[in-house]
């Protein structure tokens, strides 16, 4: 009975021994705990918080310490409560550790493209100014043909002129006429025997100056036409007149003249070109004119 | 201890002075919970809430920053009452607290800056690739 009794008394004491420490599992320990194995195995925490994490881990210490003696739940809650928040310090550490090594890249990056986007406009300002050194250089050179064609169209002006000079005074030599189909040289009756298709030399001369014209003009052909008075039989007259032509046409390619550029025909009494009743008058249908062919060695047709 | 030391057989005289003693142990145990006034760990406390009570800590982390002045407050008012175990406690959460909502705020600062640095970047890059083309 009196063990009995003296069991009891001692069960009472205990419990007033550890009235200030028996307690439940605090729920906030609990937490703390996972909540600091997390940030544990968090590289960046352990990384960017290293000192933050050593604090969190000494303050849950000390909370396991106090549950393990058995302290008052409400000490260990609180210890625990003050390693949360300085296990939760080390994540903001952490964040804010990485924002700031962002910041710093991002001020690094930054530079880099102010300095790319320097170089580019820098790159461009060069490449317009190429540009505009080409287009220059190509204005100049443009302006230097424009000048040289200009000049060269004058000389070529002056030189067309000169030739057309020199071919004219040549056709004023020869007594050439400007007709509706060209230029037209007349060779008179005095410049053949009466009846013969002989050329007199006067006649030879005017020839002669006409093959030194086809060899400076070698484009231009000639078409050969004889015509006579109405004195004799027409048949006679046709041949005379074809005869004098060809005669004009020989002495030409006796000339070196091309055949191919020289081409006879006869008219006999047609295309009079005076009256056939006086002496004059048939003495200026007796002739052989020469027709001169335009630039492409074109000869209208009668 | 004391346990199987009352175990021992006892005359009934001697077990009052026992639960006299036990009475007192529990006072001394009580005594050594709350220990000596905390003054200086209130006051690093207190210099910690100022610390933090800023506007961008107002605005970042006003749950941690209510919870340290409210803290900091109960800890003086037990601090008042000679209930120094307490006070120590809700000085210690309070200075956790306000150090948090420091770090909180900073950390969200710093991240806004960070977030401002890389949208800046981001448009300067978009206009240098504008360029380009």
Same mark, same amino acid.
């Not at chain 1, 006067?202 to 006409?210: A, H, I, P, T, W």
């Not at chain 2, 005359?11 to 001394?28: D, E």
């Given at each position: 009975m009196q063990k009995n009794h003296l069991f009891a008394l001692s069960l009472i004491s205990v419990a007033v021994m550890t009235g200030c420490s028996t307690m439940p599992q605090s729920s906030t320990l609990d937490s703390a705990r996972v909540d600091y194995s997390q940030a544990q195995a968090n590289p960046q925490v352990v990384q960017l918080a290293p000192l933050q994490l050593k604090e969190a881990g000494e303050a849950l210490d000390r909370a396991n310490a106090a549950q393990a003696s058995r302290e008052d739940a409400k000490v260990v809650d609180s210890l625990a409560y003050v390693a949360q928040q300085k296990i939760a310090l080390t994540q903001e550490t952490a964040q804010r550790k990485k924002a700031e090594l962002a910041v710093s890249t991002a001020a690094a990056e930054r530079t880099q493209l102010q300095l790319q986007a320097r170089t580019q406009e820098a790159n461009a300002a060069n490449q317009h100014a190429a540009i505009a050194e080409l287009t220059a250089e190509q204005k100049t050179a443009e302006a230097h043909l424009a000048r040289q064609q200009t000049a060269d169209a004058q000389a070529s002006a002056a030189q067309d002129q000169a030739d057309l000079a020199a071919m004219q005074a040549q056709m004023d030599e020869m007594n050439a006429k400007k007709t509706p189909r060209g230029m037209v040289i007349t060779l008179g &009756? @005095?410049?053949? &025997?009466? %009846?013969?298709s002989q050329l007199k030399s006067g006649g030879e001369r005017n020839v002669q100056k006409l093959a030194a014209f086809l060899k400076r003009y070698p484009q231009r052909t000639v078409m050969i036409e004889g015509f006579t008075d109405s004195v004799g039989s027409s048949s006679s007259n046709q041949l005379l007149s074809e005869r004098r032509a060809s005669a004009v046409g020989l002495a030409l390619t006796g000339m070196d003249i091309g055949r191919d550029r020289v081409s006879t025909q006869g008219h006999g009494e /047609?295309? /009079? @070109? /005076?009256? %056939? &009743?006086t002496a004059s008058g048939r003495q200026l249908n007796r002739r052989v004119e020469i027709m001169l062919s335009d630039e492409r060695g074109v000869i209208a047709p009668r | 201890m004391m346990k199987s030391r009352s175990r021992f057989p006892l005359s009934q005289c001697s077990r009052s002075g026992l639960v006299y003693a036990l009475l007192a142990g529990g006072v001394m145990l009580l005594a050594g919970c709350s220990g000596t006034p905390p003054t200086e760990q209130l006051a690093v406390s207190k210099s910690a809430v100022t610390h933090a009570s800023t506007a961008a800590t107002t605005q970042y982390a006003p749950v941690e920053l209510q919870s340290a002045k409210d803290k900091l407050e109960r800890a003086e008012n037990a601090m008042a009452q000679e209930d120094y175990a307490l006070a120590s406690q809700l000085a210690a959460e309070a200075q956790a607290d306000a150090r948090l909502a420091e770090a909180k705020s900073e950390s969200a600062q710093a991240q806004k800056t960070a977030q401002d640095t890389q949208d800046a970047s981001r448009v300067l890059r978009e206009e240098i690739n504008r360029k380009a083309q």
């Amino acid at each position: 009975m009196q063990k009995n009794h003296l069991f009891a008394l001692s069960l009472i004491s205990v419990a007033v021994m550890t009235g200030c420490s028996t307690m439940p599992q605090s729920s906030t320990l609990d937490s703390a705990r996972v909540d600091y194995s997390q940030a544990q195995a968090n590289p960046q925490v352990v990384q960017l918080a290293p000192l933050q994490l050593k604090e969190a881990g000494e303050a849950l210490d000390r909370a396991n310490a106090a549950q393990a003696s058995r302290e008052d739940a409400k000490v260990v809650d609180s210890l625990a409560y003050v390693a949360q928040q300085k296990i939760a310090l080390t994540q903001e550490t952490a964040q804010r550790k990485k924002a700031e090594l962002a910041v710093s890249t991002a001020a690094a990056e930054r530079t880099q493209l102010q300095l790319q986007a320097r170089t580019q406009e820098a790159n461009a300002a060069n490449q317009h100014a190429a540009i505009a050194e080409l287009t220059a250089e190509q204005k100049t050179a443009e302006a230097h043909l424009a000048r040289q064609q200009t000049a060269d169209a004058q000389a070529s002006a002056a030189q067309d002129q000169a030739d057309l000079a020199a071919m004219q005074a040549q056709m004023d030599e020869m007594n050439a006429k400007k007709t509706p189909r060209g230029m037209v040289i007349t060779l008179g &009756d @005095v410049l053949f &025997d009466t %009846n013969q298709s002989q050329l007199k030399s006067g006649g030879e001369r005017n020839v002669q100056k006409l093959a030194a014209f086809l060899k400076r003009y070698p484009q231009r052909t000639v078409m050969i036409e004889g015509f006579t008075d109405s004195v004799g039989s027409s048949s006679s007259n046709q041949l005379l007149s074809e005869r004098r032509a060809s005669a004009v046409g020989l002495a030409l390619t006796g000339m070196d003249i091309g055949r191919d550029r020289v081409s006879t025909q006869g008219h006999g009494e /047609a295309y /009079a @070109v /005076a009256g %056939n &009743d006086t002496a004059s008058g048939r003495q200026l249908n007796r002739r052989v004119e020469i027709m001169l062919s335009d630039e492409r060695g074109v000869i209208a047709p009668r | 201890m004391m346990k199987s030391r009352s175990r021992f057989p006892l005359s009934q005289c001697s077990r009052s002075g026992l639960v006299y003693a036990l009475l007192a142990g529990g006072v001394m145990l009580l005594a050594g919970c709350s220990g000596t006034p905390p003054t200086e760990q209130l006051a690093v406390s207190k210099s910690a809430v100022t610390h933090a009570s800023t506007a961008a800590t107002t605005q970042y982390a006003p749950v941690e920053l209510q919870s340290a002045k409210d803290k900091l407050e109960r800890a003086e008012n037990a601090m008042a009452q000679e209930d120094y175990a307490l006070a120590s406690q809700l000085a210690a959460e309070a200075q956790a607290d306000a150090r948090l909502a420091e770090a909180k705020s900073e950390s969200a600062q710093a991240q806004k800056t960070a977030q401002d640095t890389q949208d800046a970047s981001r448009v300067l890059r978009e206009e240098i690739n504008r360029k380009a083309q």
